[in-house]
């Protein structure tokens, strides 16, 4: 009987590890599905074109958004670059994130400067450049970072905590951003504010609307 008993309560044990197994290897593997889903919506070339037609407020940006050192399993990695239409040439903004999932389901997407930005323009153009530099040649812009979460199928929604990303920029103490990335549709949000929590840059009643291109 103790025999038995004993068989029955080694048996359980086996149950167990192999239920709690297969629930941590379905939740890593939707962990991974999701933040490949949420790179993939970000991925490819936007436009607010369209907005800019309908209302004066906005230009019309350009923003590219480009896979990088993709062989790197514990995060992803995007180039982006953004640009006045009209002179693609100049851009205005060119950054690095890095992108990352807790276990909480939390998204992270780490903004990063580069050195000698210049040499990286149209960088999708040309794969081999990203090769000639690793992540620690990355400048890390403390407290940029954007946090998202999934709010529905294909949709992922978030912005930086609040005060915590400091700017200099015409007079401002620190951005803030706020993010909706859908399919088809980046919405992005950068302000510039004061000591004094003023509003100093940036749109002022609404995000850049950005829509697919290709």
């Known amino acids: 009987m103790k025999i038995l ?20 290897t379905s939740t890593t593997s939707n962990s991974q599905t999701e933040l490949e889903e949420l790179v993939n919506l970000m991925s490819g070339e936007f436009s607010s074109s369209e907005q800019a037609k309908q209302d004066s407020l906005f230009y019309n940006i350009n923003l590219v958004m480009y896979p990088i050192w993709e062989k790197d ?83 992922y929604s978030g912005s930086t905590n609040h005060k915590d990303c400091k700017s200099t920029l015409r007079g401002a103490s620190y951005a803030t951003s706020t993010v909706e990335i859908c ?10 504010w004061n000591s004094a929590d003023e509003q100093v840059w940036g749109a002022e009643t609404k995000g850049y609307i950005f829509k697919r291109k290709k």
């Open 5 to 24: 008993n004993f068989q029955i309560l080694l048996f359980s044990i086996i149950a167990l590890i192999s239920c709690k197994s297969q629930k941590i």
């Open 73 to 155: 399993k514990s995060a992803k990695w995007l180039y982006v670059e953004q640009a006045v239409t009209s002179m693609l040439e100049k851009p205005y903004r060119q950054r690095v994130y890095k992108i990352s999932q807790d276990n909480k389901g939390i998204f992270e997407s780490k903004v990063f400067e580069l050195p000698e930005p210049k040499r990286f323009i149209h960088g999708w153009n040309n794969e081999q450049i990203f090769n000639q530099i690793n992540s620690d040649s990355l400048i890390l812009r403390p407290g940029c970072a954007v946090y998202l979460k999934k709010i529905n199928n294909n949709c």
């Open 183 to 192: 399919k088809d549709v980046v919405t992005s949000w950068d302000q510039g």
